[in-house]
């Protein structure tokens, strides 16, 4: 079996260069040392072809399980689908390569492996030491995500640092950006990621410089084809006894997450209240329930509504997914 050809047809698609040559290799291996192979060339191809797609969305999936931890094949596979290419950046000797990336409307997330100049020796710190940050306070040096304008599109950015595989030249680490209102992070126009460098963050708050420059990353122009699914939420509404009739305003759901809007009757006696208590889940084909991760949002007590948003846990398949449950009426998704 020629080991060309593996190569010429996963050198066609997004993949990693490791986990294309893992592909290529396991591949390699799995095959009969004497094996008479007479498919026809097409038919070949076709297989070749095939086997890589499945292949480079299963390797963009499994590598996210850093990330979100175990993910089983379909989660895999939407992660993969989902994944794009983007170019690496490299600044006074550091490079900064997307090893994954994609994102949603509401959403986006990055993961970024940090090489820094050779020679150049990145310690792990432990909790007593300091952090890695990627800004600095003191100096004014922030993450910022400009449009095609140059305007600052505000919003909220996290990261979470991988675990080291070893390499001490080399950081790993995952950002995740929630937008503002208005914003959405799939419409195909320029988002401009500016990271402007690398520091320790002491536990007295004193930030020392590890890494120095400036890369960019142009995230709007490099986003999945993500399917949203806005549910028709007519006449869905509980009744609250502080709050009265609640009802649920709107509601929209991704593989990644969902928004919702929700307004009340009138506000309660106890002014500590910010609303009406509310859950909402999503309801698998197998009884499963998907909770968000985390969510954000805001509202107005005198006009009485509220909206939010968030990630779920990790990925989901929404072909396999039921209804959403909001205080417990379900609003099916088919």
């Known amino acids: ?69 175990r993910l089983d094949e379909t989660q895999q596979e939407i992660i993969g689908t989902l994944s794009q290419e983007l170019p690496a950046a490299e600044s006074n000797g550091t490079t900064m390569t997307p090893l994954a990336a994609f994102g949603d409307q509401d959403f986006y997330y990055l993961m970024l492996e940090i090489r820094a100049p050779e020679g150049t020796v990145l310690p792990d710190y432990g909790e007593d030491e300091g952090y890695y940050q990627l800004f600095n306070p003191d100096a004014g040096e922030s993450v910022t995500l400009l449009d095609g304008a140059g305007n600052d599109i505000r919003g909220n950015l996290e990261f979470e ?24 992070f799939s419409d195909g126009t320029d988002k401009v990621l500016h990271i402007p460098g690398l520091w320790v963050q002491s536990p007295d708050k004193i930030y020392t410089p590890v890494l120095s420059g400036s890369w960019d990353f142009n995230i709007g122009t490099h986003t999945g084809n993500v399917e949203n699914r806005t549910l028709d939420t007519t006449g869905v509404t509980v009744e609250d006894e502080r709050f009265g009739t609640v009802t649920l305003d709107a509601l929209r759901v991704s593989p990644l997450g969902l928004y919702y809007r929700s307004s009340w009757a009138h506000g309660a006696e106890d002014d500590t209240l910010l609303g009406p208590p509310l859950e909402i889940s999503v309801v698998m084909a197998d009884g499963k329930e998907i909770y968000l991760d985390n969510t954000m949002g805001s509202g107005r007590d005198d006009e009485c509504w509220y909206e939010s948003y968030g990630p779920f846990e990790a990925p989901i398949d929404l072909s396999k997914a039921v209804c959403v449950r909001w205080n417990g009426v379900e609003i099916p998704l088919h």
């Open 1 to 69: 079996m020629d080991k060309n050809a593996f190569q010429t047809e996963m050198n066609r698609v997004a993949f990693t260069p490791a986990g294309r040559e893992a592909l290529t290799e396991a591949l390699m291996e799995g095959a009969p040392a004497h094996r008479s192979m007479g498919w026809a060339r097409r038919g070949l191809a076709a297989a070749l072809a095939a086997v890589v797609l499945a292949g480079s969305a299963l390797a963009a999936g499994t590598l996210w399980e850093r990330y979100f931890g």
């Open 161 to 184: 640092w991988m675990p080291r595989t070893g390499d001490s030249q080399v950081l790993t680490v995952v950002i995740r950006l929630w937008p503002i209102e208005g914003v959405n």
